[in-house]
Nanobody, 115 residues
Framework: QVHLVESGGALVQPGESLTLSCKAS????????MDWYRQAPGKERELVAH???????NYIDSVKGRFTISRDNIRRVLKLQMDSLRPEDTAVYYC?????????WGQGTQVTVSS
């Protein structure tokens, strides 16, 4: 059974930093690309960052230069380092992967950026 568990969400002020983690189990983590998505209130879920099995990363334009996705294949942990946070980054953040043709999602972790 594939399980993805996010953690690290919090209430922070604009300009601050936060690191999200996603612990994976039930899969050979190093063999799968991983994604971070987010969903803000009243908006559709959007892809934020993608990391391949060889650690190549891609980001949406709005977070380029501020967010960094990384993975620890030994600990089976996916991370999202978020710097210079803005109010528009407020959302529930999810990690996800596709395994045997099916998408798996964590339960999400809330990030709120507000003064």
């Amino acid at each position: 059974q594939v399980h993805l568990v996010e953690s690290g969400g919090a209430l922070v002020q604009p300009g601050e930093s936060l690191t999200l983690s996603c612990k994976a189990s039930g899969i050979n983590f190093r063999l799968f690309a991983m994604d971070w998505y987010r969903q803000a209130p009243g908006k559709e879920r959007e892809l934020v960052a993608h990391i391949t099995t060889d650690h190549s990363a891609n980001y949406i334009d709005s977070v380029k230069g501020r967010f960094t996705i990384s993975r620890d294949n030994i600990r089976r942990v996916l991370k999202l380092q978020m710097d210079s946070l803005r109010p528009e980054d407020t959302a529930v953040y999810y990690c996800t992967t596709k395994y045997r043709g099916r998408d798996y999602w964590g339960q999400g972790t809330q990030v709120t950026v507000s003064s």
